[in-house]
């Protein structure tokens, strides 16, 4: 789907389809795109849009580079930051001298996020590299939002691991923890990948822009969202740290209690082993057995094994092995 905006005043206006674009069309949204409407942005901008398999490339010179006058960028963008796994997805900006070209295989939420306030004039609309500005920033702000989510899930999880309160103990599922540890890990890296590719977009776009392909308040703009994606990744390392820390917290714990579990049964097994002997040899076939035919012969065998048990029992629970 192909869609056009024109620049009116200090906003942005959905372009008549019915209508060629001319000199205030300065973006074109390319979302899953056909041949047709490549061809069509192709033929009206002069360049090249680059297919599905050429975004997925992840070397840098596949990525970022000028053709025709023209710079490609791709970055590596979360959707659905609220769900509980967010998808990441491949988005290709084109800055065409002052249009931009959006070609994108998915919808997340920054897109219509900055159309509405771009209509409404909230949002700096003067060229396509202030358009890309703008989508990069509204991109920051929902990935802020993600690692504040991100924050209270592992302060949750850090709570359940350590039960910290002391009213989780019996109902504690270690292996419930772990995949939410795992969970968190999987959104992290995300999210440490869109930052780094969201930032050498910019570093991209600063270089070239400086060379006259944006302006003094647009390049502001930039540094501040360069300052913005380094504070984010510098938290991003630390709760992926923090992950760490907990993953391997969990993953001792499940060990400690495997220990547990093998050491009760170990000491059991030594335990039943003196009655077990008493009961082996009150077993054998011998008329020499004097206790064979006295009428208390088995309640003495009995109180023999009962005693031979609580005997390695209470020395065990003396030496805190229990």
Not at 84 to 97: K, R
Not at 211 to 222: D, H, P, T, V, Y
Not at 296 to 320: D, H, N
Request: charged share 25%.
């Amino acid at each position: 789907m192909l869609t056009m905006y024109d620049r009116t005043g200090p906003g942005l206006a959905r372009h008549n389809e019915a209508v060629p674009p001319g000199a205030d069309t300065i973006w074109f949204d390319l979302f899953e795109p056909t041949a047709e409407e490549d061809a069509f942005v192709e033929t009206a901008l002069g360049i090249s849009v680059p297919t599905r398999a050429e975004m997925r490339q992840v070397e840098a010179s596949s990525r970022f580079y000028i053709e025709g006058g023209a710079c490609y960028m791709t970055a590596f963008v979360l959707k659905n930051v609220e769900d509980s796994v967010p998808e990441g997805s491949a988005i290709t900006f084109i800055l065409a001298g002052q249009k931009l070209v959006t070609v994108r295989y998915a919808d997340p939420k920054s897109f219509p996020q900055y159309v509405a306030q771009a209509v409404k004039g909230a949002a700096g609309c003067s060229s396509g590299s202030d358009i890309l500005v703008g989508l990069i920033e509204t991109h920051i702000e929902r990935m802020g939002d993600l690692i504040e989510r991100m924050q209270d899930e592992v302060d949750t999880l850090a709570a359940g691991i350590f039960d910290m309160t002391g009213k989780t103990t019996k109902k504690r599922r270690l292996d419930v923890l772990l995949r939410g540890v795992g969970r968190e890990g999987d959104i992290a890296a995300k999210a440490q990948e869109s930052a780094a590719s969201l930032d050498r977009v910019l570093h991209f776009l600063e270089h070239n822009g400086r060379n006259g392909a944006c302006s003094a308040a647009e390049l502001e703009r930039i540094d501040v969202a360069q300052r913005d994606v380094t504070s984010l990744r510098e938290h991003m390392r630390f709760l992926t740290d923090r992950i760490q820390f907990l993953l391997d917290a969990t993953l001792g714990m499940i060990t400690t209690e495997q220990n547990q579990i093998i050491k009760l049964f170990s000491v059991m097994a030594v335990m039943m082993m003196p009655p077990t002997l008493v009961a082996s040899v009150y077993g054998m076939n011998f008329e020499s057995i004097h206790e064979f035919k006295w009428e208390y012969g088995y309640l003495w065998a009995l109180g023999l094994m009962l005693v031979s048990a609580i005997i390695p029992f209470a020395y065990f629970k003396r030496k805190g092995w229990l």
